[in-house]
């Protein structure tokens, strides 16, 4: 399927977080041809720019020798202008990657900076090539970070180690309660009782942190014994979005604060993989709801029947699909597809059940080292029906 004509440049003038890019929209464009260039590389510095060029133009000139016709090669060159013209920038503050999506013909083009770090890769296919974003949006889902100590609190969001305050609150206990002539007793019960509002008032904004329920949860941070105030708190909503606490001064740096909540967030993300596995082995040990195998699950991909869709990380699944009519199937590729006669091409599998599943809904894991995964060929689903 063509672009919408908004959907044919976008080029966003500050760094962006992965789950603000529109995958499933990239996940439904398509050609019978290969015209589609996809491009991720390094970019955190002037020198491994550089080198990302030059990896980057060695890729270019193999594929325009192996292009089989002249048909191919001159909407290729004119993809290969536009990526070049999308890497000859210097690296803004922050970035650490480049991933470019790109098509000559339809003037398309995408051109994302990141926070985070990918793998360099070119790939020439009829799609953009999304598997490597995938798997940066699985690691790195937006989360929430209170820092906190029993008179100030600043309240976090985390996109893909980029840090935004949303709230800053604090008391003066010292000016609010002065201790002169009050007993000990009465200054102390006085100062809990105004730490035990001020907490109150951190717990409104939380309530209001917006998107908070979509987010993989809250990291909660900070010195002293406010974290563990704070937690008693809490509603059951909220206390089941809170994925850990963290000891730290109120005067971490940003950095550290991000690595701190990053690792803690990805910890929590593993987890729930595993859980994920742990959920489709009893759905197949129990004979209940799951399908296996790159051709089971494709189909109950196409009939909108997944929950979960796990993908074993950094598996390949050899394959083709139809250029026509989009059909694929796991195995050796045909001369033409036994459907339509269309001309047929490679793909990992992986990445088309990807895709299906963003076009209809289904949940994504992606499963670190996993042996049943594995023994199940790399993919399996959890269905609703």
Known sequence: MEPNPDFKRIMPEALLPVTDIDLRAL?????????????????????????SR?????????????????????????????????????PWKGERSRVIFACGPLSFLH????????????????????????????????????????????????????????????????????????SQMRYSRLRKGAIKSFLAEVVEDLIRLEGLQNMRGLVIAGPGEAKIELMEMLSPQIKERVMGLLDVSMG??????????????????????????????????????YATGADKVRDALQQGRVKSLLLLDGFLIPGWICESCQYFQEGSQPESCPRCNGRTSRVNILEELYELAQRTGAEVEFVEEDEFLRSLGGVGAILRY
């Open 252 to 289: 971490v740096k940003p950095a550290d604060l991000v690595e701190m909540g990053d690792r803690l967030a990805l910890d929590k993300e593993r987890s729930l993989s595993r859980e994920r596995a742990a959920e489709l082995r009893s759905a197949v040990l129990r004979g209940q709801l």
């Open 27 to 51: 996940s439904e464009i398509y050609d019978e041809k290969d015209i589609y260039l996809s491009v991720y590389m390094k970019s955190s510095s002037t020198s491994e720019l550089d080198s």
């Open 54 to 90: 030059s990896f980057i133009a060695s890729r270019f000139k193999a594929m325009d020798k192996s292009l089989p016709a002249d048909d191919l090669r001159q909407p290729f060159r004119s993809t290969m202008s536009l990526v070049e013209e999308a890497m000859a920038s210097l």
């Open 111 to 182: 051109v994302y900076r990141l926070g985070l770090e990918v793998e360099p890769l070119v790939v020439l296919d009829t799609s953009p090539f999304l598997l490597p974003l995938a798997r940066l949006r699985d690691d790195y889902e937006d989360y929430g970070l209170l820092l906190l100590n029993s008179q100030e609190a600043r309240l976090f969001t985390i996109r893909s180690r980029l840090l935004e305050e949303k709230s800053q609150s604090s008391i003066d206990l010292m000016n609010k309660h002065k201790k002169g002539g009050w």
